[in-house]
Each structure stands twice: as C-alpha cells, then as structure tokens.
C-alpha cells in the first residue's frame, strides 16, 4: 500500500518533473529505502522479452520458501501486470517479440512508469486482500 502511495505522491513531485522513466523509479527507490519501505522485488520482468529471468518456480525455491505462501502468489499476481502490458506492446512473448524496446521505451515515461506500476500494485493487494477475506483476517 505505502509503496503504490509512493509512486502516486513522487509524480506529482516538482523534482520529478523532467525525468524520464528510469531516473524516475531511482528517484522512487530512493526514497522508500529512507522511508524503510525498500520494496523486496525478488521478480522481475525482462523488458525486451517480457518473461522473467528464470522460473519461478526456481524463484520460490531460492526466495520464498521462509514465506507465507501467498506473499509468492501476490508477487507473481504483480509480475504477470508488468508481462501483460509488455507482451502487449512488444508483440508476443520470449525469444520471438516483434517489438523487443517497445515496453523498455514506453517505461521511459515517468507517467507510463507509474501506471504500469499502480496496476501491478493493485492486482498484488487484491491477491492479499483475498487471502486475508478467505482466512477471516482483520
Ligand atoms: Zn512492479
């Protein structure tokens, strides 16, 4: 929640104003880390071939496995977003993409950036949301 906030708060941000996407996520970076709040990013997407850089089943061994289980399940919730929108735009997925820079361009846009991220932030809490309903939690 604090770090879609973030994003949201950094846009409107005047410092912000003429940065591209990447120096845009550093400036956000940099500040959740001195808020506390470094996201743990164990996924990634690659951007030119929309995929993630290994299995995730390999990735939930190596990273998740102290976890609950559905802290994997809201990652990959978040991952599948950024996968989505970059299929999207660079045409199919893998090794065969039509348009391999067409997702690494379009983050160079701060504004495509954060939205990309806010969908990405909004499908995670949904899975949380729903486990926390399913189990009752308050
Ligand atoms: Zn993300």
């Not at 591209?20 to 997407?45: Q, R, W």
């Not at 999207?88 to 361009?105: F, H, M, S």
């Amino acid at each position: 929640m604090k770090i879609k906030e973030t994003y949201e708060k950094m846009l409107n941000d005047s410092n912000t104003a003429n940065m591209d996407g990447t120096a845009f996520n550093d400036y956000v970076k940099g500040k959740l880390t001195s808020d506390d709040l470094a996201p743990s990013a164990p996924m990634e997407t690659n951007k030119n071939s929309c995929t993630p850089p290994e299995d995730p089943a390999e990735t939930k061994k190596k990273r998740y496995m102290c976890l609950p289980a559905v802290v994997f399940e809201a990652d990959l919730a978040h991952e599948k977003v950024h996968q989505d929108t970059c299929g999207k735009l660079n045409v199919k997925e893998g090794v065969n993409v039509k348009y391999p820079y067409a997702y690494e361009n379009y983050l160079q846009n701060k504004n495509n950036y954060a939205a990309d991220e806010d969908n990405a932030y909004n499908e995670k809490i949904k899975v949380l949301q729903n486990w926390k309903n399913a189990n009752n939690c308050k």
